[in-house]
């Protein structure tokens, strides 16, 4: 057998490369750790700023329009004096107020109302929400139901409105499965009951008339006279409704006949 020395280089074993000691990480004097925190602190800040913009989007382009409760300020007011306490969704007797998911943006943890599932039927009487807020985003100038604002209600669907089809209205108003409370004065005067419990027997369908919390100020109805139907009738919304969203949410139909526009007074086109 040939030794080593006798082989050719290629058969020769390959030599293996000697570890290199590690290179000793040179520590930073404080001022240069300082620095370094610093320009850390710069990006994530200027991060922060370049995005800080998207949370405007929801609110600017207007993806979600809120019913707010009652006694809210001018919408620009309402969002910077709201400090989303949620006093005033604790206060709710009838738990119509809710807060704002992340997908509002700035308006995040804002309150708001969403009628058709619970509308403010003002079973507190004296504004429950207004005396709770602590800074007056929701106006403590207050004092009764009927000066509230908080939008307009308005017949969307006139023809699919019961009442000017001549049609009566028998048993429950949204079904037994439906979870939204309102007072019925004539039940008992201090608790809001389930819809789900009580049942309607109308000739003519006028239950959001009759379920409105202000009066014939804000909701009447009046007869359809290009109509020949003996009880034709339609409902008219007055300048007494203050947008409490209660008619939106007792209507039979879906989906509702009448709504309510926020922020909508009345006069306006």
Same mark, same amino acid.
């Given at each position: ?80 004096? !709201? ?45 429950? !929400?207004?005396?709770? !807020? ?14 509230? $604002? ?19 209205? $028998? ?9 939204? $409370? ?6 008992? $005067? ?50 007494? !409704? ?28």
């Amino acid at each position: 057998m040939a030794d080593a020395e006798t082989q050719p280089e290629s058969e020769k074993p390959a030599k293996q490369p000697k570890n290199k000691p590690a290179k000793k990480r040179r520590r930073l004097s404080r001022k240069q750790e300082g620095r370094r925190q610093l320009l850390r602190a710069g990006l994530v800040a200027g991060a922060l700023l370049a995005l800080q913009p998207l949370a405007f989007l929801p609110v600017v382009r207007k993806w979600r329009s809120r019913l707010r409760p009652p006694g809210a300020l001018e919408e620009s007011k309402f969002l910077a004096a !709201c400090i989303k306490c949620g006093q005033c969704v604790q206060v709710c007797p009838v738990q119509a107020i809710h807060l704002a998911d992340a997908d509002e943006g700035l308006g995040v943890g804002v309150p708001y109302i969403e009628a058709r599932s619970q509308a403010c039927d003002f079973s507190c009487d004296a504004l429950s !929400c207004v005396l709770a !807020c602590p800074t007056g985003a929701l106006s403590h100038d207050l004092k009764t139901k009927e000066e509230v $604002r908080m939008g307009l209600a308005r017949l969307a669907r006139p023809e699919a409105c019961l009442a000017r089809r001549a049609k009566g209205f $028998r048993g429950r108003a949204r079904g037994s499965d439906f979870h939204g $409370r309102l007072r019925y004065e004539e039940i008992d $005067r201090w608790n809001p009951l389930p819809v789900a419990e009580v049942d309607y027997d109308r000739k003519v369908c006028d239950l959001c008339v009759i379920e409105c919390p202000i009066g014939e100020t804000a909701l009447r109805l009046e007869p359809l006279h290009d109509f020949t139907g003996e009880y034709s009738m339609t409902p008219v919304v007055g300048e007494g !409704c203050v947008g409490c969203g209660a008619c939106e949410m007792i209507c039979p139909q879906d989906p509702p006949c009448i709504v309510v526009d926020e922020r909508k007074a009345w006069g306006q086109t």
